[in-house]
């Protein structure tokens, strides 16, 4: 059955180095988003794609860097260059562009990534 | 500068009664609504949506109220049930702009809290 998956659930880093975290989905989409959650707080956009090989940054890019070289996959990496890692990132999929008829517009999510940095 | 907001952190009912959750917008350009139930340590799951040519959609105890005028849409649930305990998020899509293509904005979140 379709769906989205994220790996691991729960990822421990030690300060200053980069991590990886995986998201795959068999939804046949097109356009894959990540985000960040803190506790008591919304979701923030990190980085979408709407095709292969194009991304462009969200609303809190800085830190993180992405690829999307399958259109199945669409990784993301947190670099030491962000400030404040520690957080519940979560991965998204949805089809290109809204159809008029507003069937299965919706964005579905991966179960999530809790990144600790100790 | 909060585009889609929740002004309610939290909201507590009694299982049976009405929940009421409302959430505000302030980009006119966003054409589409979307409400998602998030449970901790888990991915949010789509709830219900509405265009912003309707003014209201229903699917069973969810209902989805959209008044364009104030930029207000709310989500009743009806009855509540405690399995409705969760953290609701309401989202909002640039739908006229192509290249933000299923972009969504989120708001903060209400958690809800039903007393069986």
């Known amino acids: 059955d379709g769906g989205i998956t994220q790996s691991p659930k729960y990822l421990f880093r030690k300060e200053g180095q980069n991590v990886t975290l995986s998201c795959e989905q068999n939804l046949n989409h097109d356009a894959m988003y990540w985000y960040r959650q803190d506790p008591g707080q919304g979701l923030r956009l990190i980085y979408y794609?709407?095709?292969?090989?194009?991304?462009q940054k969200g609303d809190i890019a800085e830190g993180y860097s992405v690829s999307r070289e399958k259109k199945e996959s669409f990784p993301l990496t947190v670099t030491s260059a962000q400030k404040n890692p520690t957080a519940f990132y979560l991965c998204a999929s949805s089809i290109r562009s809204p159809n008029r008829d507003y069937v299965n517009n919706e964005q579905f999510f991966g179960p999530g990534t809790r990144l600790t940095v100790l | 500068d909060q585009q889609v907001k929740q002004n309610s952190p939290s909201l507590s009912v009694q299982e049976g009664r009405i929940s009421i959750l409302n959430c505000d917008y302030t980009?006119?350009?966003?054409?589409?609504f979307l409400w998602y139930k998030k449970y901790p340590a888990e991915g949010p799951t789509f709830l219900i949506s509405?265009?912003?040519?309707?003014d209201k959609n229903e699917d069973g105890r969810f209902t989805v109220f959209l008044n364009k005028s104030a930029k207000h849409l709310s989500l009743h649930i009806v009855p509540s049930q405690p399995g409705d305990s969760a953290v609701y998020f309401c989202?909002?899509?640039?739908?006229?702009?192509?290249?933000?293509?299923?972009?969504?904005?989120f708001g903060g979140g209400t958690r809800v809290l039903v007393k069986p």
């Open positions: 509405i265009s912003s040519i309707k």
């Open positions: 980009n006119s350009m966003f054409d589409y």
């Open positions: 989202a909002a899509r640039w739908g006229v702009i192509k290249a933000a293509g299923n972009k969504l904005t």
């Open positions: 794609s709407q095709i292969v090989n194009d991304f």
